[in-house]
């Protein structure tokens, strides 16, 4: 039945005398809007970015979700594609496709991380399960009511599918990515069981959440036991040579489980320095600082030497572990020149490479994160990531046990940068700034830490 039937059913000029007719125009004028707005509807077909762009918001300020007190629905999901990049570039990501699903009160379906670093060689990039490095329920424990993870067997109809075309290069801005995932918590793209989102590493890029809420998904990603008692095993063998260097043999074994009580317990201490001079890394931030105009992004093996043996109050002797990715190390050298009193361990002479060996890339470098992260003395590079979140773990815990002044010489867990230039010619006292409103700063590296 068209329009013209209805003169038929009594339609005569703007005079309506039959129901039919009236449900017939409206309609009409429903399907003309939606084609209008939604000329690229079709499940499986990319949404129309250009509809979404068109529409303002004031993203001025912070999106916080730290506050929101409401049930994640489990019954709507976000699917994100295969997380990609170095361990903390991915940890990154995956908080953000926690907190874009939690914008949108979605559970965010389990998503891949990857086992290999590779930048540009996509088909090369060896997937692993998210539960397979962190444990799956603990993170559900934790974030409970914050964020929330599913698995795809909690889908009741995987052809339910909305895919989301997230946009790329200089014209794709925040608040345009901003506006987009609003849009798409509406009608009609919310009826779908399933956002999924695609495009270029979607979450690398844009940000737009507060650093406080990132560190609460942070603190809800526990290692699998396997590799957490791996991670144990390293921190204890530095320990035990730490025992050997201070002449105390009888001292207990401390527990290196992360736990309230153990932070309690006396400790032998170690310095953690992240010794980033791999030859990757010595490309990239020369390229950096070329692109940035600074000239304190790069540091030498002798400047890094010379400023973690100037830091104020370090008490030695002391045992340094260099957390530093070996297989891309041209300078086999590292273990010489250090200052009188500290005493550097590698994998090697630490005699843990074995542990590392059986594990890929990725948990490899989670096993260096943990044991920086919990080294009473950290020194890293400002512009790295990994860096970058071992300062925002560090400061986090500080803050949680009523630390106050991060920036006292006696705090408890300093952390410093070697690539800034700081008192008596040592580092640079680091601390993060956590009421930052986005995560730019670690993301992308920052002169700026703080103290």
């Not at 009594?10 to 005079?15: A, L």
């Not at 539960?131 to 795809?152: A, E, I, W």
Request: hydrophobic share 40%.
């Amino acid at each position: 039945m068209d329009l013209s039937d209805c003169k038929h059913l009594g339609f005569s000029g703007n005079h309506l005398k039959s129901l039919t007719c009236k449900c017939l125009v409206l309609s009409g004028f429903v399907l003309l809007f939606r084609a209008l707005l939604f000329p690229k509807f079709p499940a499986f077909a990319g949404f129309d970015a250009n509809y979404f762009v068109s529409i303002q918001s004031d993203s001025s300020s912070p999106l916080s979700l730290s506050n929101v007190e409401s049930e994640i629905r489990k019954d709507k999901f976000v699917e994100a594609p295969q997380i990609v990049w170095g361990l903390n570039n991915q940890k990154i990501a995956l908080a953000r496709a926690c907190l874009t699903a939690r914008m949108m009160n979605r559970t965010l379906l389990m998503p891949s991380l990857s086992a290999s670093l590779f930048y540009k060689e996509v088909d090369q990039l060896q997937p692993i399960s998210f539960d397979k490095v962190f444990q799956f329920d603990k993170f559900n424990s934790l974030c409970n009511g914050f964020v929330r993870l599913g698995r795809y067997s909690d889908v009741s109809n995987l052809t339910d599918v909305f895919e989301l075309q997230k946009g790329s290069g200089r014209k794709w801005t925040a608040d345009r990515d901003l506006d987009q995932l609003k849009q798409s918590s509406k009608f009609p793209v919310d009826g779908y069981e399933v956002i999924k989102i695609i495009g270029k590493n979607p979450f690398l890029w844009h940000d737009h959440w507060p650093v406080k809420d990132y560190a609460k998904i942070f603190e809800c990603l526990i290692l699998v036991d396997k590799i957490a008692k791996d991670a144990d095993r390293v921190v204890s063998k530095i320990r035990d040579n730490g025992k050997k260097v201070n002449h105390r043999p009888n001292l207990d074994k401390i527990s290196t489980v992360n736990s309230e009580s153990s932070e309690l317990q006396p400790q032998l201490p170690y310095v953690a320095v992240h010794m980033r001079i791999e030859k990757d890394w010595m490309i990239h931030c020369k390229k950096l600082e070329q692109r940035s105009n600074k000239t304190q992004i790069c540091s030498s093996k002798q400047e890094i030497l010379e400023r973690v043996g100037n830091i104020v109050g370090l008490k030695t002797p002391s045992v340094v572990y260099l957390a530093v990715a070996d297989t891309l190390l041209e300078d086999h050298s590292i273990l010489n020149g250090w200052r009188e009193g500290l005493i550097p361990f590698v994998k090697k002479n630490l005699g843990v490479i074995g542990i590392y060996k059986k594990y890929p890339y990725l948990i490899q470098s989670a096993i260096d994160y943990e044991v920086c992260v919990r080294a009473n003395v950290f020194v890293g590079n400002s512009f790295s990531t990994f860096s970058s979140l071992i300062a925002l773990e560090r400061t986090h815990k500080m803050i949680k046990l009523g630390v106050k002044d991060f920036c006292d010489r006696d705090v408890r867990w300093p952390s410093y940068a070697y690539n800034i230039l700081g008192e008596s010619k040592g580092p640079q006292r680091w601390t993060t700034d956590m009421s930052a409103s986005n995560l730019q700063a670690i993301s992308y590296g920052s002169d700026d830490i703080s103290c």
